[in-house]
């Protein structure tokens, strides 16, 4: 009888055990994004501007409007979700890529201090954690609306805008 009991033990321990590794194994961000009614809107942009793939490679952070930030961006986002204008699609890539930067970042890691970052778009952007909110890039960024969630490949921090990068116009040297 005691043989019995030891067995019982050891297989509920076994299947308590790879019920945890299932939970453990968090999805991607793409497929975190998608499964999350917040950003519903910004998955459906994601798919048609084919860049699913930028949401499951490496391990990145992703500065992520809600629902909510889109629905307030001046001029709308329906030109982001149809991906039919080759130039509309390209500056809609943009932006998604500027919302992504490299490594695993939370509200708690940006807390008190300035942090520069280079985005998937490859510009640089400020992190400005010396505010609150948390600021994402200047004047046209956006803050941090939230604590980050956690997916296999990396965070996701939600913000109240569409993230808009600021180019710096040089007036190029003139010929003497």
């Known amino acids: 009888m005691k043989k019995i009991g030891t067995f019982l033990s050891a297989l509920s321990l076994l299947a308590f055990s790879a019920a945890a590794a299932a939970e453990a ?18 998955t459906r942009i994601i798919e048609a501007n084919d860049l699913k793939f930028r949401y499951t490679q490496g391990t990145i952070t992703v500065f992520a409007p809600t629902d909510a930030a889109l629905a307030a961006q001046p001029g709308g986002v329906d030109d982001m979700l149809t991906g039919d204008n080759p130039s509309g699609k390209e500056n809609a890539r943009a932006l998604l890529l500027y919302q992504i930067v490299s490594g695993r970042h939370t509200p708690e890691t940006l807390s008190g201090k300035m942090t520069e970052a280079t985005t998937l778009q490859r510009g640089k952007v400020s992190i400005d954690g010396t505010r609150d909110p948390i600021r994402y890039g200047g004047e046209f960024g956006a803050n941090v609306a ?25 007036t190029p040297a003139q010929p003497e």
Do not use: H, M, R, W
């Not at 961000?29 to 910004?42: I, R």
């Not at 956690?150 to 116009?169: C, K, Q, R, Y």
């Open 25 to 42: 194994e968090a999805a991607d961000v793409y497929e975190t994004l998608k499964g999350d009614p917040q950003f519903s809107t910004l």
């Open 146 to 170: 939230g604590a980050a969630i956690t997916a296999s490949n990396g965070n996701i921090i939600p913000v109240d805008a569409l993230p808009i990068p600021v180019f710096e116009e040089t």
